[in-house]
T-cell receptor
Framework: EAEVAQSPRYKITEKSQAVAFWCDPI?????LYWYRQILGQGPELLVQ????????DSQLPKDRFSAERLKGVDSTLKIQPAELGDSAMYLC???????????FGQGTRLTVV | GENVEQHPSTLSVQEGDSAVIKCTYS??????FPWYKQELGKGPQLIID?????GEKKDQRIAVTLNKTAKHFSLHITETQPEDSAVYFC????????????FGKGTKLSVIP
């Protein structure tokens, strides 16, 4: 069964350090999303790509967060420097041309200490 | 922007009973309403969705109803089973030109055997 792959599953980092997450979407899905899910809340969109182009990054804290999808396939989300408030689950999802999101990846659980 | 309210935050039902989760949205331009199930340690998975031109949709034991006038939609699960225990999220997507899903805060459903 096709799935969205994410790594690492868990990451513990110290405040002010840099951290990066990786996502490999379902093959053929042109649209890729990064969501952040704080414990006890629903996911919030950080950034959306259509192929290699950013479609929406209005909720991305650009002073410390960056995202890229250089070849329009896999994607990396980076935080530098990490802050305590960044502790959350970071979810990746993909879809065909911005249509329904059927599956999210298992996510990366980030803990900043 | 869109605001989605979800109730209740927790719900316990006996196995075999029905469960109902309700959501309201604020943006009358929203036209797509998916529901996701999130099991422990996994990413959300789409279980059913409805578009604004339809009032009700059913898939086996799961149904969703939409009242556009009142701006609310509901998830109905009949004949609940222990494996239905999970956190359920509703979401709404605004109209043309927007790809962003706005999620509710989730409902933790516990089905008691």
């Amino acid at each position: 069964e096709a799935e969205v792959a994410q790594s690492p599953r868990y990451k513990i980092t110290e405040k002010s350090q840099a951290v990066a997450f990786w996502c490999d979407p379902i093959s053929g899905h042109a649209t890729l999303y990064w969501y952040r899910q704080i414990l006890g809340q629903g996911p919030e969109l950080l950034v959306q790509f259509q192929d290699e182009s950013v479609v929406d990054d209005s909720q991305l804290p650009k002073d410390r967060f960056s995202a890229e999808r250089l070849k329009g396939v896999d994607s990396t989300l980076k935080i530098q420097p990490a802050e305590l408030g960044d502790s959350a689950m970071y979810l990746c999802a993909s879809s065909l041309m911005g249509l329904r999101i059927a599956f999210f990846g298992q996510g990366t659980r980030l803990t900043v200490v | 922007g869109e605001n989605v309210e979800q109730h209740p935050s927790t719900l316990s039902v006996q196995e075999g009973d029905s469960a109902v989760i309700k959501c309201t949205y604020s943006d009358s331009a929203s036209n797509y309403f998916p529901w996701y199930k999130q099991e422990l340690g996994k990413g959300p998975q789409l279980i059913i969705d409805i578009r604004s031109n339809v009032g009700e949709k059913k898939d086996q034991r799961i149904a969703v109803t939409l009242n556009k006038t009142a701006k609310h939609f509901s998830l109905h699960i009949t004949e609940t089973q222990p494996e239905d225990s999970a956190v359920y999220f509703c979401a709404a997507k605004a109209g043309a030109g927007s790809y962003q899903l706005t999620f509710g805060k989730g409902t933790k459903l516990s089905v008691i055997p």
